[in-house]
């Protein structure tokens, strides 16, 4: 069996575009622009990276974008007044703030100063509240886009056996929530799960999410499963080059799976669609109008 190649880039380009026309017909019907206001703070090479392409994403879906840079001796009161301003800023639906923060800054209490209606990443405790409870909050986004191409491919995920392995609030414990309001039969593995190998072998859906190059072995993968690997991790190759590999072993599990994402251009390139996505969600929501159906 060879896998199919569950290609995100693809999905991110679509889910991108619907965005992009709900723009439109907010802008034309409501007078209503949508804007998402990232805050990064120190100099980290991988979270400019990243913010950068927020930004320019969020300006080609015709979305106002906002960007507020930080020296990494910031203190965190001075992160804390930032925040409250844009909560307060009418022309701000989404506000990101970059992780990971520098050491002597409490991640937490930033998060929980964020309003959790303009809390686009979902990370906000009454958003994980509402997540674990069935109501109605912001979800984070690399899990939902997961659970969306989860979705697309397979249909109903009712009764399947799905492992996450990881336990992030970003994204592993999230995700093990999304799976089991679809009523899957959900593990949450980690790297100290002891039967790892057995977990993944019974299991009809693998999301990967742990941060360990190649820690899920190809030939764990049940036949015919769907693998979502979430896994960016760049390592350095014999002759000095350096490579991006995922969480799982790619080649040997596409021997087994169904349907597998690769990296890069699996997950990732969904993230930045979801946080626009979720971006028009708070827009909406604020503004008390319906979102756009497309
Ligand atoms: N750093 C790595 N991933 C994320 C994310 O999804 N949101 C934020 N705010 N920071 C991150």
Known sequence: MSADVIDGKAYATDLKADVAKQVTILKEKYNLVPGLAVVLVGDDPASQIYVRNKNKSTHKAGMNSYEYRMDSDVTEAELLTVVKKLNL????HGILVQLPL?????????IDAIAPEKDVDGFHVINSGLLATGGRGMVPCTPLGCIMMLK???GSLSGLDAVVVGRSNIVGKPMAQLLLNESCTVTIAHSRTRNLAEVVKRSDIVVAAVGVPELVKGDWIKDGATVIDVGINRIEMADGKTRLVGDVEYAAAAKHAAAITPVP???GPMTIAVLLKNTI????????VDEPKI
Do not use: Y
């Open 89 to 92: 800023d009418p022309a701000v």
């Open 102 to 110: 520098p050491k002597h800054i409490n991640e937490a209490a930033i």
């Open 152 to 154: 697309d491919r397979l």
């Open 265 to 267: 251009g699996g997950v």
């Open 281 to 288: 969600t708070a827009a909406c929501r604020i503004a008390g």
